[in-house]
Every structure is written in C-alpha cells, then in structure tokens.
C-alpha cells in the first residue's frame, strides 16, 4: 500500500495561508527518489511566490525548496542511493500544477543529481539548510553572509580562491569561519575605495553577488572597474544585468538548472557528500528551529518576513 502523503497547501494564488491537507504519495520515475521528509528550511522563494504569485501558476499548490529525509523509494536506474538513506535534496516547485517534487510535504520526489547522502550524525534540521544555497552559489564564485552566500564562501574558498566576503560588521568572524580571508562591512559608504585597496596586488577572478539590487551590484561594478582583473559578477536577481556599469559583465542565476548542467552531478556528488562527510562543508548559515510539523510553516515563512541575519529558519517535520 502506497504512503499516506500530506502537505502544506496553498491554496490560492497569494492566498496568506498555508492548509495542511492530504496529497498524492508519488511513485519515482527511473533517475528520481521519494524521501520521507524529515525537515524543511524556508527561503526567501517561498515568501516571494506566496506574496507575489511568481512562478507558480495552478491552485491549490505546495512550495518549498530545502529538504531533509530518509530515501522511502528509488528509481530503477538509480545505482548510489538506497530505501532508508539520509539524504538531503533540492525540491523544485514549478509551473504546470504538478507538485510532486515541491518541498513542503510528507513525501518528496527528488530528480538526480539533486540528492547528497549525509552523515549519520548530521542532524537534519542542519542539514536541510543547504539544498538551495549550495545549488544557487554552485554556478558562481564568492559573497557575503546570506544563506546563498555563505555557500558562496564556503564553495569558492574549498575551490582554492581568496575570498572576500561582504557582511554586516557583527557577522564578520561568522563569514571569516566559512573560509573568507578578509570582510568588509557592507554598509561603509568608503567601500569601494577600501576594497579595491586590498585587492592591490592581487588578480581578481570576478564577484558573486548574493543579494543582487542596484546598490550592491552597482559597488561591485565599481570595485571590479577600479582593481583590473576579471570583469564579470554573477548575480541571482531576473534583470540584474540592468544594472551593469563600466562594461562588466552581469550574468544572472536564477532558478539554476543545475541538474541538467555537469555541474550538478560536480557539486552534489564529486564535491557535497566528501565534503559533508569530512566537515569540510559547514551546515551554515546555522539552523533555527521555528516549528515542527507542516502545520508551521506559514508561522515560519510570516518569521522570515521579520528579516534575518546570518540564519535560517527551519522546521521538523
Ligand atoms: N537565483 C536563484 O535561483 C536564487 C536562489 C536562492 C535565493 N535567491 C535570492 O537570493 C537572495 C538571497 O537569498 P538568501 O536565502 O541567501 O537570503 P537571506 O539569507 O535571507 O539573506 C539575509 C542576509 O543577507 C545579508 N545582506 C543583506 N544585504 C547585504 C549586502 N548589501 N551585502 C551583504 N550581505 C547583505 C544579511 O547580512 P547582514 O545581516 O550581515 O546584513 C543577511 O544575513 C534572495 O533575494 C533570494 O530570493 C535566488
């Protein structure tokens, strides 16, 4: 007999609540897995899709990105994952009203390679918080203290890059712990001049900018005009490239096709499940455990639009 499935719905477009209701249990096609969902981590996607209705485009219909669980079934071609692993993965809630591979229920399907065992100790609540970030920062090198960027950091400093790492002042050693030799307060209206003097000397390969509006993208330009070196940014926001000055090339990454790119199989396998199994890779921003079961997660996507620093709110499930 086939799982009991449930989820948080939405159930119309920018509706301001989630309902928790039953849901197909979704058998997995050849290269996909279903977990058990153990826990869920909220982005700032989710707040967007509910508030804006982007991306989704049928009712009633689950969201969620971040997931965390224990493989319930695999597909026939799949060789490296089996019933009862721990993994982490990166649900994909999309246009055209199938909801099977959104986060925010019981059951998940997952598509290869999108899918990292992870450590017996790990818990999941750690764990589940980066799916989304090692994905979105995966195309791109270096950033700041975001959920995104402290993926950035991480990925670009184990890649052998000096990173410099933009932050608020009181998140500075938390950046300098992901692997960045120097920070630099985002809100220092000196910062372009301080950071293109400590690029002196050295060849810049390029900057990712995890936040991507006019202003941080506009110091970007600036610093990458001034200290030579490689004129590109790799942003996340659609229509970034807007705001591009002094010929530097903006090129955005929104919602990443990792999964049909080499990429994906380089990040979540070559390099995330080592990584995770070494501690080389950090479960950062660190977790905040909001709620426990679906029923929170309009509590926690409400929390998110109080703003947070350096974190991430998360739920059991
Ligand atoms: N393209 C995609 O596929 C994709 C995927 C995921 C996310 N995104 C987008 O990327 C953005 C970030 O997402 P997220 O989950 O990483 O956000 P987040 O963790 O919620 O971002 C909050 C953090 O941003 C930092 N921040 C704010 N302004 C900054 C600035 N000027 N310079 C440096 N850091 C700054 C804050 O640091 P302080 O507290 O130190 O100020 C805070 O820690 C969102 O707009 C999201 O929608 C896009």
């Given amino acids: 007999m086939a799982p009991q499935n449930f989820a948080a719905w939405l159930m119309k477009k920018q509706d301001a609540i989630h309902v928790v209701n039953d849901a197909p249990y979704n058998k997995p096609e050849a290269d996909e897995i279903v977990i058990q969902t153990k826990a869920v981590a909220i982005n700032p996607v989710d707040l967007a899709i509910q508030n804006t209705g982007i991306i989704i485009d049928t009712y009633p219909a689950i969201l969620g990105c971040d997931v965390a669980g224990v ?63 090692i994905d979105t920062a995966a195309l791109l090198p270096f950033s700041e203290g975001s959920s995104v960027g402290s993926c950035g950091v991480q990925l670009a400093a184990a890649a052998g890059y000096e990173v410099f790492g933009f932050a608020s002042t009181k998140n500075h050693d938390f950046v300098k712990s992901l692997g960045a030799a120097q920070t630099f307060d985002h809100s220092d209206p000196n910062i372009v001049n301080v950071i293109v003097a400590a690029l002196k000397d050295r060849t810049c390969v390029g900057a990712f900018d995890a936040i991507s509006n006019e202003k941080t993208l ?15 940014v790799g942003a996340l926001a659609p229509g970034a490239k807007a705001f591009a000055t002094h010929d530097v090339s903006i090129t955005t990454n929104f919602a990443a096709r990792n999964s049909e790119t080499a990429v994906g199989p380089q990040i979540w396998h070559v390099y995330l499940e080592p990584a995770l199994a070494s501690g080389a890779l950090q479960y950062k921003p660190s977790a905040e455990i909001v709620g426990h079961g679906l029923q929170d997660v309009q509590k926690a996507i409400n929390l998110l639009t109080q703003g947070i620093s350096a974190k991430k709110l998360v739920l059991s499930v």
């Fill in 71 to 133: 493989v319930e079934e695999v597909g026939s071609s799949i060789k490296d994952f089996q019933s009862g692993d721990r993994v982490i993965g990166l649900a994909q809630p999309a246009p055209g009203g199938i909801y099977k591979y959104s986060g925010f229920q019981q059951y998940v399907v997952l598509k290869m390679p999108l899918i990292a065992q992870i450590p017996n100790a790990a818990k999941w609540t750690d764990a589940t918080v980066l799916p989304l970030g």
């Fill in 218 to 232: 506009g110091v970007l330009c600036d610093v990458l005009h001034q200290s030579g070196g490689r004129k590109a």
